[in-house]
């Protein structure tokens, strides 16, 4: 879908996508208020927030899409820059708005017996209205991402896949090309999938995230 459809069928169903999460991550702030507690926020001990750092870097990275933007956009350089600005801003305000809103979910360590808690695991166990706008967030996030990484993958290969098209018939380019995806998407997710193997996936995943990201966009820039 992402290398086929037209850049405004594209920007039009990610637009949809984006203000889907928007709307669902108003309603958590909003409907599950309650179960927030301010003196939670008042809190010392920032070491649990140094194995962190990666994540937090990648949730910066945000730049890989800007070809993207550039393709939709047609190179309007003011437009870009506007566009990037604001919606960089529009995500900033969520994630601290997130960020303040999910330390005050849960509490302490010292107060919930050295027990650490996930606070979308609180939003889930909610149930009604809360459960569903969080999993519909979550939704919308991951599918905004996965749209967007492919869109700018397939603007920056384009060149490639055209050069290889000229010699090995386009057909066969494209499929090689389905069946390389699938196998590295298919791949890890059959893995995860096992419970047996979650813990290490999930471990293998930060360690590999942990190296790019700090360097690419912690110590390279």
């Not at 107060?111 to 609180?122: F, Q, S």
């Not at 939704?139 to 055209?162: E, Q, S």
Request: glycine letters at 8%; aromatic letters at 8%.
């Amino acid at each position: 879908f992402t290398s086929a459809a037209p850049i405004r069928v594209l920007s039009l169903v990610n637009g949809m996508l984006t203000l889907g999460f928007v709307a669902a991550m108003a309603s958590i702030f909003t409907v599950s208020s309650s179960l927030a507690t301010p003196a939670f926020l008042v809190r010392s001990d920032w070491t649990a927030a140094l194995p962190s750092m990666p994540t937090l870097m990648q949730l910066h990275a945000y730049h890989e899409s800007i070809p993207t933007v550039v393709e939709a956009l047609r190179g309007d350089r003011k437009r870009v820059r506007r566009v990037i600005w604001l919606g960089s801003l529009t995500l900033l305000a969520i994630q601290l708005g997130w960020s303040l809103y999910g330390i005050a979910l849960v509490p302490p360590a010292a107060l919930a017996g050295g027990v650490r808690m996930d606070p979308v695991d609180v939003l889930l166990k909610a149930g009604g209205g809360v459960a569903i706008a969080t999993a519909a967030s979550a939704i919308c996030a991951l599918t905004t991402t996965i749209l967007g990484m492919n869109r700018a993958l397939h603007r920056c290969f384009a060149d490639t896949v055209r050069d290889a098209a000229t010699t090995a018939g386009k057909r066969w380019v494209k499929l090689r090309t389905i069946a390389l995806y699938s196998v590295c998407t298919l791949g890890p997710a059959v893995v995860a999938s096992r419970a047996s193997a979650k813990q290490l996936f999930s471990g293998a995943l930060d360690f590999g995230g942990a190296y790019p990201f700090t360097f690419l966009w912690g110590l390279a820039p």
